[in-house]
């Protein structure tokens, strides 16, 4: 069957995919952006951090050779029968010393430590030494020298440090050490696995490096680089440079954003596919309400209206309850899909972009609900469970679930209750639940600073408990322009191209519409800047009964080898299910419709069946009737994202045993197959 959509059903939704696939590009480019930024901050901080780690390491080892010097020249020199063993001692404590010696003044090498390895160089002359005017003229002005990386006649390279000492009146000779800092440098960069290090002294000559570092394959602003001077008297600078150990750390970084990019375009297409139906829901509502006019002006008949009215209410159900199916099929795949990756293995790096797919799944998913229940209380189809609970007990629980996202924020969130007896009431907990959810979410949106005050009294009057509840934040508050019309049907503080609060502006007129129908009573204060508080009062009748225990979800819930039999025509929810099934241990089968089951049903055995209801051929609803014929004791459980009361009571009326809508989290099913899988 083919039909035409009118393009000005489309323009609108169209531009809206448009938008937000804008918006999601942005979104992209600024991550790349930020993941470079990031970089390079994180190499100037860890750059900063150790280039001055390594200097002062350095000036350590100086400043402990000029104190050597001190103690032989404050002692005209009696100290000098103790200099071995203070060299010892340097040598010990400090790695970064490979020798310490006595150069004289007619600059012969007098003393060493230690001897064994350096007997080649005492009693050695340095008159014809190439260091021979730099080691004069240090000695001139009294000045501690350092050399390049230069190589020792006993082997091997090493900076020199020549410290001059003076006593008796004249010059005595250098104190002399040579300095190799890898040991020193090494355990100062413990930790740095993802960064490579590169030290060189003033002619260019690298002494120390870390993770083979490669400065040519970074362009500047991803490698750190600081100079400082070692001797001023020589201008003798060093460079320090610090760069990331995988030259292709950024190309790795980038490619988890390419996640953000192919989400932004799905939930653009759900979101521009919610528009239309929407949208076109509205429009079939006119089109009724127009309808209904007519007939008015007309005076047709009391059944004549009736008929028609009743027509209208069938033909938007159907329509709510095929908006809800083709956008809750392909939102059950993916939410499927999120459960199947949080049960894998995958890359840390990965885990927090599948986070944010699973909230944003799971806010598209509430907005659709909130549509679906706003259709639910305005057709009068909405019913009220009789559950046995304390309010105060789960106004408790709600805080408790909001408290680490509103201490996120930096915000805090304060309960008083006053006269908390822990009163029993028979009432609906699920909306209950819904109305302090929607108030508290409100007042964690909109507060940027300070955060929520939440007051609870409680009073028995005859065999009611009468309930009064406060919810005051310190956020933006509402002009006084929307105070009238807070409760209004996607009224929005901030609208339009300023919009800076995301939200469907359903969350007040749901929480609105659910207190009338208890009874009860919600009032409103506000001043711009200030903040806004929430007073709501309700009445419920007070029990003696107490709450029945929830069990918890047991993971060793053993449901291997069972055969279970999926027939739905969608192959994408079919592989989410599967894989589901799978991960219990069930066997599973599949085929695409109706006709298809009753089929595979009579010729093979199973466990239990799920069954969707809208397939081609054969329904979900016939297929049921047609098994129940000849199978009355097999287990077949209705599975559709069909969340109308028509669908599930048709379901119940036809034999099915349960009904699950998609989509639904692993930990539910499981639990909820517990029932019906049962070993004998």
Known sequence: ?????????????????????????????????????????????????????????????????????????????????YWEKDAELILKEDQSFKFVEWIDSSLVIRRIVPHKGNEAVVGMGLSNHPRRDEW??????????LTSWIPL????????????????????????????FTNTFDMLSAGMDNYAIEIKDDKGTTFYSLNDPSINDFSDDLVYARSYEVDQDDKQVWT???????KNVLAERNKSSSSILVFGVLISLLMSLLTYFYQSSRNENTRFRELNIKLRVANRSLREERTKAEKASKAKTEFVSNMSHEIRTPLNAIMGFIEVLKESKIDNSLMEYLSLMDVSSKKLLLLVNDILEIDKIESGQISFKKDVF???????????????????????????????????????????????????????????????????????????LNISIGIRDTGIGIPKNKLKTIFDRFTQIDSGITKRHEGSGLGLYITYLLIELLEGHIEVESKEGVGTEFKISLKFPITEMQPETKEPISNSIDLTG????????????????????????????????????????SENQYDLVFMDIHMPEMDGFEATEEIRKTQKDLVIIGFSADVTKETIQGAKEVGMNDYFTKPITFDKLRQNLSKYLVRV
């Open 390 to 464: 304390s309010p105060s007990e789960e106004l408790r629980n709600i805080i408790s679930i909001y408290r680490p996202s509103i201490e996120a924020k930096g915000l805090y969130a304060n309960l008083d209750i006053d006269s908390d007896s822990k009163t029993h009431v028979i009432a609906d907990i699920g909306k209950f639940g819904q109305i302090l959810t929607n108030l508290l979410r409100n007042a964690l949106k909109f507060t940027e600073e300070g955060g929520i005050d939440i007051t609870y009294e409680e009073t028995v009057l005859n065999s009611d």
């Open 240 to 246: 320090f440079y610090l760069m990331p150990r995988n």
């Open 562 to 601: 069972f055969k279970v039999l999926i027939v739905d025509d969608n192959k994408v929810n079919v592989v989410v299910l599967k894989k589901t099934l799978d991960a219990f241990g069930i066997n599973t089968y599949w085929v695409g419709n109706g006709k298809e089951a009753v089929k595979a049903v």
């Open 136 to 145: 004069e003229r240090h000695v001139r002005d009294s000045t501690t020298n």
């Open 1 to 81: 069957m083919s039909f035409k959509i009118p393009k000005k059903e489309i323009i609108y939704p169209f531009s809206v995919f448009v938008l937000l696939m804008l918006v999601v590009l942005a979104l992209w480019k600024n991550s790349l952006d930020s993941n470079r930024e990031l970089l390079k901050k994180d190499i100037e901080v860890n750059g900063q951090i150790q280039s001055q780690g390594f200097l002062s390491s350095g000036q350590k080892s100086i400043i402990v050779l000029e104190n050597l010097m001190e103690r032989l020249e404050m002692t005209d020199g009696d100290y000098f029968e």
């Open 153 to 180: 006649r006993q082997g091997g390279n090493s900076i020199l440090i020549d410290v001059p000492v003076f006593f008796g009146g004249k010059f005595q000779g250098t104190i002399t050490a040579g300095m190799d």
